[in-house]
Structures are given as structure tokens and as C-alpha cells.
């Protein structure tokens, strides 16, 4: 598996194409999982259910499609706004409006100019986490992953988070995430791709060394959603 430097040039059809590749995955397994599954508990959002979790998702592009940003969107008292509002709707309309958002999202994403490029990349982890919940495979990983790496080396740069430097067992080069101008030393990951995903999303990962190994940088320094 071979993956794009990270601090490539913007490629403005990238979020899109993320978000089509991601779509025809997870609203497959969506339709495919009995009503009972939509209430289980995300360990990575505690608090919400699977079902809140994709109506969140949902909500977030269905913003970007009609061009929604008000005063405090994306707050957490927001997201339990839009929660709220689909509470009464079936699952499978909401699973509907995420699937429309996927397909819709992506050229407005891409016109932005990288303003909204974490949206994108923040569905493709929720993606992860709903996996994660219902015990599939491929939870921040998958044909994605490509992808979702150079957007999350792009994010972190653009944060002047702190470099890093990552040797990943699942791709033939090692990539650069952070801020890249020299002026810091860079900190160090050995391990593989998805559980860096999971350490700067701000996700349940075990403890370095077990695994993986993480040099020069707390786990917590790492979050992008900060």
C-alpha cells in the first residue's frame, strides 16, 4: 500500500472523493444492521448512540450542502440540536439524508479551498467509530486510508501541531504530519496507520508500547479535534 505525501499540493477533489469512497462502503452496512444496533453505545463519543452519531454526520453535511454555518454551529450544543431534530425520524431517513449528504458535500467541499476539508475528513472518522461500535472490521483504516492521511497531514500542518515524524507498517513510505518548517524537532510513531489515525482523532488507543511506538509527543498533544 503506498500512500501520497501529505503536504502535497491541495488536490480539491480529495475530501469528495474521500466521502463517495466512504459512502459506498458504511450506508451499506447501515441498511444491512437490525433496528437494535442503531441504539448502542460509541465509545468514542460518550453519550451518544450509534443512531445519534450518524444523525450527526448526517446533519453536518446536510449544512454544507444548503450553505449553514450560523453563529455557533458545529458547538456541542449545536450537534445536540441537530440530534434532537431527527429524533423522531426513522432510521432509515436518516441514513438516507447521510448518504444524499456524501454525495452532495463533496464539490461544495471542494470550492471552499480547505475550509472545510475537516468535515470530510471528520465523517471518514465517524465512519470509523460507527465500525469500531458494531464490531466490523476496518474501523479508521480501509480503502480510504490513502486518503485520509494526506487530509489529516494537510490539517495538522495547516494547526502547526508538532511535527512528526511516522514509520507506518502498512505503507511503503514514511510520511510527515505537523508543522514541517524546521524549527522543531520532530517526534516519532512506529506503528501502523490506524492507530495513528486514532491517536490524533482523539480516540480510545492503547497505551504506547503496546503496539505501536510514539516518541517526543504526548498522545493527547496529538487531537486534531482540540
Known amino acids: 500500500m503506498t500512500s501520497a505525501d ?8 480529495l475530501p469528495g472523493l474521500l466521502l463517495a469512497m466512504e459512502r459506498d462502503a458504511l450506508v451499506p ?20 448512540s450509534v443512531r445519534d452519531l450518524i ?3 448526517s446533519a453536518v453535511l446536510t449544512r454544507v450542502v444548503e450553505n449553514r454555518f450560523e453563529k455557533g454551529v458545529f458547538s456541542p450544543e449545536s450537534n445536540d440540536r441537530d440530534i434532537a431534530e431527527r429524533s423522531g425520524w426513522p432510521h432509515a431517513r436518516v441514513v438516507d439524508e447521510l448518504e444524499r449528504g456524501m454525495t452532495e458535500a463533496g464539490p461544495l467541499i471542494a470550492e471552499a479551498g480547505g475550509v472545510l476539508d475537516l468535515i470530510a475528513l471528520g465523517e471518514w472518522v465517524h465512519a470509523g467509530d460507527v465500525r469500531e461500535t458494531l464490531g466490523e472490521p476496518g474501523a479508521y483504516a480501509g480503502a480510504g486510508l490513502p486518503h485520509a492521511l494526506t487530509l489529516l497531514g494537510r490539517v495538522t500542518r495547516e494547526k502547526g501541531l ?4 511516522a514509520d507506518l507498517d502498512d505503507l511503503d513510505e514514511p510520511l510527515r504530519f505537523g508543522d514541517v518548517s524546521g524549527e522543531r524537532p520532530p517526534a516519532r510513531y512506529i506503528g501502523d496507520a490506524a492507530t495513528l489515525v486514532r491517536l490524533y482523532a482523539g480516540r480510545p488507543a492503547p497505551a504506547a508500547g503496546t503496539g505501536y511506538e510514539l516518541a517526543g509527543v504526548e498522545k493527547g498533544e496529538l487531537n486534531i479535534f482540540r
Do not use: I, K, N, Q
Not at 501529505?6 to 477533489?13: G, N, T
Open 6 to 13: 501529505p503536504h502535497e499540493v491541495r488536490d480539491p477533489e
Open 29 to 48: 452496512l447501515l441498511r444491512s444492521r437490525p433496528e437494535a444496533d442503531f441504539a448502542l453505545p460509541t465509545a468514542a463519543c460518550p453519550g451518544w
Open 55 to 57: 444523525a450527526h454526520c
Open 162 to 165: 508538532l511535527p512528526l515524524h
